[in-house]
């Protein structure tokens, strides 16, 4: 019997040690007993982090939607599949049952094929936070196509390069979206993006804020009128194991986004297993992740982790503070939520509110707590543990990444003892590995070092989209035959895993991973900057906040600093998204480099985070004046 469910300590480092000692027998194991296969593997693993290439299950046949909904049909029809919650509490919350989800899905998927898409196919989905959008992914996966859904806070510009880089076929939307008092046009946003999209054949758009928007005549087609026509039959695709399941795009430290490719068989197997053991999740339990699922831990832990074990899955469309600060409390109250899943940006922001809303609300359904996206402060952790947890709820801080497709490093809540900022114990197959900066492993504990994996697990992304190479390089070269994390990490005395952040130029501002060269691009589109730099300095609810140097062109103008701030932070808005603004802009006369030419960023970073004491030698910069200059006009 394969030990799908963990229960206490022993039986995890019982476990963990079969699946380093037998990662095959392991893996096949919890594989055969618990998912529904159309055809089993040849070969579990094969692998080889030179090339990159890794393959779990070849030869195995499968649809993931068989495992998500139809193999639920009979024991679990009339559950809740979806609990949605939408932005306005007076709006009653939706139940879609499982023979809903089936039926709904179904529907969808005809809708897809009837627009001319087939297996493998791309098709980007760009929607809020409502059922469609979990239901479009899935009738994705029903027939095949590959989705890439871009979060829908993205500019038409990011929008643009991300159907444009994988050639999306077709393009899910809705009207409008609601985000607390605001309404965002949606559409106009996908109009202006697709001006540049010439793959792009037709426009699905569901009706949600029913906004009057423009309707390209041959191209745009209102969703609605074409799911109440179709079937509410369908059948699945057979997919093999390997084959793509989906593009996620994630920052990298160039311009251009990373189209990170998730595959089927290892992907479900993964992210079902973390999800059970991770959440300790029973039949009856409401789980809700409040990541939105343009986000990797949306895909992982609101779709496809939560439905293939038969879940509940609450999907929210609000924000924490629409209409006030207590709005998640009442959500947990209201729909007796057992796990809660959120972000330590999240947290800090409810901390500050004080405790009222939240006394005002019975949480006692709640029994793990989750968090995820960025390292956890001890003050956070205390008062999620604390004010939210009443001491009873063990956290789980899971690290894990865009990349590694689930969750890595985690406490199993009431087997694995928590302690305050550590991610503790790798989960079940994961190896992780300390490196120092020689390449050499840092072996022992009370040791920090760059955090790589140095054994494959099923759900790790296969590839780049269209650019395996990059994928090569940016992984698998800084250390030999190993998977490197671009974070750095502690082990404690006990072994105990403690994140420190990322060690490269991708910054984690409120959760999210922002790429510093995109953002650099875009203020250099400006007319009058000369050159531009950007660090994160520590922000007491975003975590990190984004501290841009600018350098202008001498034009001999005088220059407004207050209207060019204002107009640097448009053009980022445009061209990437709100998420991305500067929170603090400094006119430099110059940015600090080396002989090379390279931006010194450790002294910005330190002059931004006002921790000056120990600079380091400046004096062969090659114009160490400037230092001086920046450190007199921080702001
Ligand atoms: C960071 C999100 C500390 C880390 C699932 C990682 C964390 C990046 C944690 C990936 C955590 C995520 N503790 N840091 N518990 N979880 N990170 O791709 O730097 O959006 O490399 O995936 O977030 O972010 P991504």
């Given at each position: 019997m394969s030990h799908y469910h963990i229960k206490h300590l022993e039986e995890y480092y019982q476990v963990y040690r079969k699946s380093v000692r037998e990662p095959?027998?392991?893996?096949?194991?919890?594989?055969?007993?618990?998912?529904?296969?159309?055809?089993?593997?040849?070969?579990?693993?094969?692998?080889?982090?030179?090339?990159?290439e890794v393959k779990w299950f070849e030869g195995a046949q499968l649809n993931i939607t068989e495992n998500c909904i139809d193999r639920h049909l009979s024991t679990r029809g009339d559950k809740t599949a979806i609990l949605f919650e939408p932005n306005d509490p007076n709006e009653p919350a939706e139940h879609i049952t499982y023979r809903q989800l089936y039926e709904r899905v179904n529907q969808f998927a005809n809708v897809l094929k009837e627009q001319g898409i087939q297996r493998g196919d791309r098709v980007c989905i760009y929607v809020p936070m409502i059922p469609e959008l979990a239901i479009s992914i899935l009738a994705c996966a029903r027939i095949g196509a590959?989705?890439?859904?871009?979060?829908?806070?993205?500019?038409?510009?990011?929008?643009?390069?991300?159907?444009?880089?994988?050639?999306?076929?077709?393009?899910?939307?809705?009207?409008?979206?609601?985000?607390?008092?605001?309404?965002?046009?949606?559409?106009?946003?996908?109009?202006?993006?697709?001006?540049?999209?010439?793959?792009?054949?037709?426009?699905?758009?569901?009706?949600?804020?029913?906004?009057?928007?423009?309707?390209?005549?041959?191209?745009?087609?209102?969703?609605?009128?074409?799911?109440?026509?179709?079937?509410?039959?369908?059948?699945?695709?057979?997919?093999?194991?390997e084959d793509p399941l989906f593009i996620l795009y994630t920052s990298g430290s160039t311009g251009r986004p990373k189209g990170m490719v998730h595959t089927s068989?290892?992907?479900?197997?993964?992210?079902?297993?973390?999800?059970?053991?991770?959440?300790?999740?029973?039949?009856?339990?409401?789980?809700?992740?409040?990541?939105?699922?343009?986000?990797?831990?949306?895909?992982?832990?609101?779709?496809?982790?939560?439905?293939?074990?038969?879940?509940?899955?609450?999907?929210?469309?609000?924000?924490?503070?629409?209409?006030?600060?207590?709005?998640?409390?009442?959500?947990?109250?209201?729909?007796?939520?057992?796990?809660?899943?959120?972000?330590?940006?999240?947290i800090r922001a409810l901390a500050k509110q004080g405790v009222e809303l939240v006394d005002k609300y019975d949480l006692s359904s709640l029994k793990v707590l989750g968090s995820v996206g960025e390292p956890i402060n001890e003050e956070a952790w205390h008062w999620y543990n604390d004010t939210i947890g009443k001491g009873k709820s063990p956290i789980v801080d899971t690290w894990w990444q865009t990349e590694t497709g689930g969750i890595m490093i985690t406490p199993i809540p009431f087997v694995t003892p928590t302690k305050p900022t550590y991610a503790t114990l790798p989960f079940i197959g994961v190896q992780p590995a300390l490196m120092d900066d020689n390449g050499q492993e840092i072996k022992g504990n009370q040791v920090d070092g760059k955090l790589c994996i140095k054994f494959p697990w099923p759900s790790m992304a296969r590839t780049i989209w269209g650019d395996h190479q990059r994928y090569k390089d940016t992984y698998f070269s800084a250390f030999e035959n190993k998977y490197f994390t671009g974070d750095?990490?502690?082990?404690?005395e006990v072994g105990y895993y403690r994140i420190t952040g990322r060690v490269d130029d991708?910054?984690?501002?409120?959760?999210?991973?922002?790429?510093?060269?995109?953002?650099?691009?875009?203020?250099?589109?400006?007319?009058?900057?000369?050159?531009?730099?950007?660090?994160?300095?520590?922000?007491?609810?975003?975590?990190?906040?984004?501290?841009?140097?600018?350098?202008?062109?001498?034009?001999?103008?005088?220059?407004?600093?207050?209207?060019?701030?204002?107009?640097?932070?448009?053009?980022?808005?445009?061209?990437?998204?709100?998420?991305?603004?500067?929170?603090?802009?400094?006119?430099?006369?110059?940015?600090?480099?080396?002989?090379s030419g390279k931006i010194m960023r450790r002294i910005l970073r330190k002059i931004a985070s006002n921790d000056t004491s120990n600079l380091g030698d400046t004096s062969t910069l090659l114009n160490p004046e400037v230092v001086q200059e920046i450190m007199d006009n921080v702001l």
């Open positions: 095959e027998n392991f893996w096949e194991e919890i594989a055969e007993e618990h998912f529904l296969w159309r055809k089993k593997w040849d070969k579990v693993l094969s692998w080889d982090f030179t090339k990159p590959i989705h890439s859904v871009v979060f829908a806070g993205f500019s038409s510009k990011a929008l643009a390069t991300r159907i444009n880089d994988s050639e999306c076929k077709l393009v899910v939307t809705a009207d409008g979206s609601y985000r607390g008092a605001k309404t965002i046009d949606l559409k106009g946003i996908v109009d202006e993006a697709l001006q540049n999209c010439p793959s792009v054949k037709s426009v699905l758009v569901v009706k949600r804020t029913n906004e009057d928007v423009h309707m390209e005549a041959g191209r745009d087609h209102w969703l609605e009128p074409l799911l109440d026509k179709a079937s509410k039959e369908g059948k699945a695709e057979i997919m093999n194991a068989a290892g992907y479900m197997v993964y992210t079902a297993y973390t999800f059970k053991n991770t959440f300790q999740y029973r039949e009856h339990d409401i789980f809700w992740c409040t990541a939105d699922i343009g986000w990797i831990t949306g895909h992982s832990y609101i779709v496809y982790g939560p439905l293939a074990n038969g879940a509940t899955t609450v999907m929210f469309e609000g924000v924490p503070s629409y209409p006030d600060f207590g709005r998640f409390w009442e959500i947990v109250q209201k729909h007796k939520v057992t796990q809660f899943y959120t972000a330590p940006t999240a750095g990490a502690l082990r404690d991708v910054i984690i501002v409120s959760g999210h991973n922002l790429g510093t060269a995109p953002i650099e691009d875009a203020i250099n589109e400006h007319p009058a900057v000369s050159e531009s730099a950007i660090v994160g300095f520590p922000h007491d609810v975003k975590g990190n906040a984004l501290y841009g140097y600018v350098t202008l062109k001498d034009t001999g103008e005088s220059r407004n600093h207050e209207n060019l701030r204002k107009e640097i932070n448009q053009l980022i808005t445009d061209r990437i998204g709100p998420i991305a603004k500067l929170d603090k802009i400094q006119f430099t006369q110059g940015l600090p480099k080396t002989r």
